[in-house]
């Protein structure tokens, strides 16, 4: 049997999470193969939501403009109550609403990406073992054949032969009952926004595509207890929709369904010497939220840069232990966040019933509250405190508000008089050192890794004097002091000498 070794990476899935990592991967110039046991892309959907952090992602890399054409952008998320909505109007974002696209329209889009960037991917490649050592790790496919990695990437799902052959545990339960899933056409509700309902009868959610189709969410308390293997009918939809808000607004045309049971759970390490684990390998929680496939993808950019950084040579050795230390907190934020929802959303008993009709018409209508929602919800609130971190150079510029937490978005002005939007300067996939022009002239940088970039002015106001941003749009290390030396110092700590 011949033993292909890659002197690179091997993803194990090709969902969102591992196609968006492959594609991180071969734009840091590493070799990278997904191994995938399906035939072909995905024809189905299960997911169907970008939030505004997801789309400022495929912002920074130059995507953002083909998904917004495929899909549909609606203002608010439903939390199921007929009016009680998040609404994300007012995010600080370039993308202030929810992004309706198909989960497989995502995945052709992810596709194209990484094969253009050089990613090779394996359809009808089942995974049979996986075995590590000090030097790289071996794979064995169902179908003969092995392939030897420096490391691999579980993006495969909540069943991860990946995390069962690094002995990680999944801890968690079921949630209780299941979710009917079901994209058609209805004729009786405006395909321009989302729309949620509740009653004793169960909830509702509906989200529309573009093409003037929508995904149906039925959670029918009389159909709760339904194997997830009986089909979906057209039938049993008007049914449940008659049953929950008492109409069943003309459903027709049904091209998929599927019913869905939910597990609740976490990794309790996301890595395990050279094995590591990324979305729904790593998490698996309720669709309340649509937070699932959100999640996966930015696991997937915070990994990328950071195996990248390592295999090219001149990452520091804490920066793949800082995937864990990031990403599993906002995992367990996400796990309680649906939690919370789908508890609530799914209450029987009176008085839980009672609380969720003062929740949903009393507190979340607030302003103050609706801010948190939008902010929770959409993602824009993920920041990575520098002392969750392992190993992160002990600078005062760690110090600085701005440090940990995402870049916003704006445009400034360069130095030779053009303008740039802030979120253009990575689409490279390197560091950019953003200097106030008065702050000089920044030298013995390592220009492979780190773009200089000098600026005059722009529409961002309060940016600090001088500013690292990692590859994933976070702040690396910021000050409000002109010090080129203390700047080049922030950079070399996190990037290598020149």
């Not at 920066?319 to 649906?338: I, K, M």
């Not at 053009?418 to 490279?428: D, G, Q, V």
């Not at 013995?444 to 200089?452: E, F, N, S, T």
């Not at 004097?465 to 110092?489: F, H, I, K, N, T």
């Amino acid at each position: 049997m011949t033993t292909t070794r890659h002197d690179g990476v091997i993803i194990v899935g090709a969902g969102p999470t591992g196609l968006v990592l492959a594609a991180e991967l071969a734009l840091a110039g590493v070799r990278c193969l997904v191994l995938e046991r399906r035939e072909g892309p995905r024809a189905d959907s299960r997911a169907i939501c970008l939030h505004a952090r997801s789309m400022e992602m495929l912002d920074l890399r130059g995507q953002a403009e083909a998904f917004a054409r495929a899909g549909l952008p609606v203002p608010q998320f439903p939390l199921g109550p007929r009016g009680a909505a998040i609404s994300f109007g007012r995010l600080d974002s370039d993308f202030p609403y929810l992004l309706d696209i198909p989960q497989s329209q995502m995945e052709r889009l992810f596709l194209a990406r990484a094969l253009e960037l050089g990613a090779k991917v394996r359809w009808s490649c089942a995974v049979a073992g996986i075995e590590q050592d000090e030097n790289a790790v071996t794979v064995t496919m169902a179908g003969g054949g092995v392939e030897r990695a420096t490391y691999v990437v579980g993006c495969d799902g909540v069943r991860s032969m990946v995390r069962d052959s690094a002995g990680i545990a999944f801890p968690g339960f079921a949630n209780p009952g299941s979710v009917i899933l079901a994209d058609l056409h209805l004729d009786g509700l405006p395909m321009t926004n989302a729309y949620g309902d509740l009653s004793g009868g169960g909830m509702l959610l509906m989200f529309p595509f573009r093409d003037g189709s929508c995904r149906v969410v039925l959670y029918d308390y009389a159909r709760a207890d339904v194997p997830v293997t009986e089909p979906v009918t057209i039938g049993e939809v008007r049914d449940g929709l008659r049953h929950i808000v008492g109409q069943d607004f003309g459903p027709h045309d049904m091209y998929w369904s599927a019913r869905y049971r939910s597990d609740s759970r976490q990794a309790p390490r996301y890595r395990a010497g050279r094995l590591l684990l990324a979305g729904d390998a790593a998490h698996a929680h309720s669709p309340a939220g649509a937070q699932g496939l959100n999640t996966g993808l930015q696991d997937a950019v915070n990994l990328g840069w950071k195996l990248g950084a390592v295999l090219s040579g001149w990452g520091p050795q804490w920066l793949l232990d800082s995937y864990h230390a990031e990403r599993h907190p906002v995992g367990a934020a996400v796990l309680a966040l649906t939690g919370r929802q789908f508890r609530l959303n799914t209450a029987r008993t009176w008085n839980r019933r009672a609380l969720r009709w003062a929740v949903h018409r009393l507190v979340v209508p607030l302003p103050p509250v609706q801010r948190r929602l939008a902010r929770d919800y959409s993602g824009i609130a993920i920041s990575y405190p520098p002392d969750r971190g392992v190993g992160h150079p002990p600078d005062g510029g760690l110090g600085h508000p701005l440090a940990g937490k995402r870049l916003p978005p704006g445009t400034v002005t360069l130095t030779d008089g053009t303008a740039t939007r802030l979120y253009e300067l990575f689409h490279e996939g390197r560091f950019v050192l953003l200097t106030a022009a008065a702050t000089g002239d920044v030298t013995g940088l390592p220009d492979d890794r780190v773009k200089a970039v000098s600026y005059g002015g722009g529409t961002r106001p309060g940016l600090p004097s001088a500013m690292l941003v990692r590859p994933d749009g976070y702040v690396a290390w910021a000050s409000d002091q002109p010090d080129p030396a203390a700047a080049r110092e922030a950079a070399i700590a996190w990037c290598g000498p020149r």
